[in-house]
Nanobody
């Protein structure tokens, strides 16, 4: 069974850090583009970052603050988030798409995790 499971969300103060994890089972992440998306209440789901075998990219909102990485031995992708702001509050999802380069549109991703809540508040 193909599955993605996110973890690492929580409540953090502004300026704090969190590291989200996206663990895959049933398939090898290395052959997929892995995207992180987020959805705040009342807003559309938006792309945050992507990593593939050939490239990485970041949305403007996370550039300079977020870092995406992968550990192929653990079949896991991470999103390190620093200098968090209240506007980063959202449910964060990881998704896998059958591509060797990053893709930005939601329909290009075949598998989705259940999401992890990130709340940035004092």
């Amino acid at each position: 069974q193909l599955q993605l499971v996110e973890s690492g969300g929580g409540l953090v103060q502004p300026g704090g850090s969190l590291r989200l994890s996206c663990a895959a089972s049933g398939f090898t992440l290395d052959y997929y583009a892995i995207g992180w998306f987020r959805q705040a209440p009342g807003k559309e789901r938006e792309g945050v970052s992507c990593i593939s075998r050939t490239d990485t990219n970041y949305a403007v909102s996370g550039k300079g603050r977020f870092t995406i990485s992968r550990d192929n031995a653990k079949n896991t992708v991470y999103l390190q988030m620093n200098s968090l702001k209240p506007e980063d509050t959202a449910v964060y999802y990881c998704a896998a798409g059958p591509s060797d380069h990053c893709v930005g549109r939601r329909f290009e991703y075949s598998y989705w995790g259940q999401g992890t809540q990130v709340t940035v508040s004092s």
